[in-house]
């Protein structure tokens, strides 16, 4: 004989099922419209260019364009502030960057909830810092830069493309892993940073990759090491940081990321082709080119991922007691 409990115990099974066969029936389908793709940087920057890359192959590997917004501002928190009020249907996917695990610790207060609010679906590609130095400033390699601010503390400074930016936390690791003291100086932006390191009105930056490698092969500034985990594909003679005796990485990242509560069939879906873009040898090769290393990672290892950096740059800021401007 059915009991109440019965019956309420088949009802919420067949409606577990329902829910399950509803997903997958919208992920066979999906996409079977174009995809807004939420850029959270200007046009022609490192972000915007590999969106670009990765939209062109999922839209042919998907069928459906994906069109590519730019919705820049505040560090991506207006790009991100977006997703955040998207419906979680895959239809409306954000590409962010390193910004996205260092906002919740440097603002003191965010639109959203970046632990709650996102899923995230790909981190595309990671690209270590170079640190680089003006030709003529007298430093040949590290040991004889940390010796130098050892020896005028407070006096070597170092440029950024502003605060709270990875290039301004490396900056501010460095000097924590030298025990020394480094002058910040931020500007508005990566390229406005790295020409007056190579005027010499700087002497040092821990520069984006894909901006600096014009800068090295054109001799207007020299590097010293690379902040990745290895060396550089494009820059084999270039030690890492480790190698330089300073063990430390810091890596710019651009990752893809939808709603929290989009069925994981679409996310899985969306990661398979944003994989297989990154790993398209003509993409692969260019995101090589800009001093990059393709990643392509999975659902689960894009989270973990994250949240490491997250807690990484948490404890930078709160160490160097880092404001927001």
């Known amino acids: 004989m059915s009991t109440p409990i019965h019956r309420h115990l088949l009802a919420a099974l067949t409606a577990v099922s329902l829910s399950l066969v509803a997903a997958t029936g919208q992920a066979a389908g999906y996409p079977d419209k174009p995809v807004r793709l939420i850029v959270t940087y200007p046009p022609g920057g490192g972000a915007d260019i590999v969106a670009r890359l990765v939209a ?119 000097a924590s892993k030298i025990q020394g003291q480094l002058v910040h100086i931020p500007y508005k932006g990566g390229g406005p940073a790295l020409t007056d390191v190579a005027g010499g009105q700087v002497p040092i930056m821990f520069a984006n990759g894909a901006s600096a490698l014009p800068f090295i092969q054109s001799g207007k500034v020299t590097p010293l090491a690379i902040t990745g985990a290895a060396r550089s594909a494009g820059l084999p003679d270039v030690p890492t940081m480790a190698e330089a005796g300073t063990p430390m990485q810091a890596y710019e990242w651009n990752a893809l990321f939808v709603p929290a509560g989009t069925p994981q069939a679409v996310v899985d879906k969306l990661a398979a082709a944003a994989h297989a873009a990154v790993n398209d040898p003509t993409v692969h090769k260019q995101l090589i080119d800009m001093g990059g290393e393709p990643m392509g990672a999975s659902p689960v290892e894009s989270t973990q991922f994250i949240a490491d950096q997250t807690r990484t740059w948490k404890s930078v800021i709160a160490e160097n007691q880092i404001k927001a401007n």
């Open 56 to 174: 062109a192959k999922m839209t042919t590997s998907l069928g459906q364009q994906f069109i590519v917004e730019n919705r820049p501002g505040a560090n991506g928190q207006i790009g991100a502030n977006t997703l955040a009020r998207s419906a979680p249907d895959g239809y409306t996917v954000m590409l962010d960057a390193t910004g996205f695990s260092i906002n919740p610790t440097l603002y003191p207060s965010l639109p959203y909830n970046a632990a709650k609010d996102f899923t995230p679906v790909s981190v595309l590609v990671k690209f270590p810092n170079i640190l680089v130095k003006n030709p003529k400033f007298p430093v040949g390699d590290v040991k004889s830069l940390i010796d130098l601010v050892h020896k005028e503390p407070g006096k070597v400074s170092y440029a950024s493309s502003g605060t709270g930016s990875v290039q301004h936390l490396a900056g501010a690791l460095f």
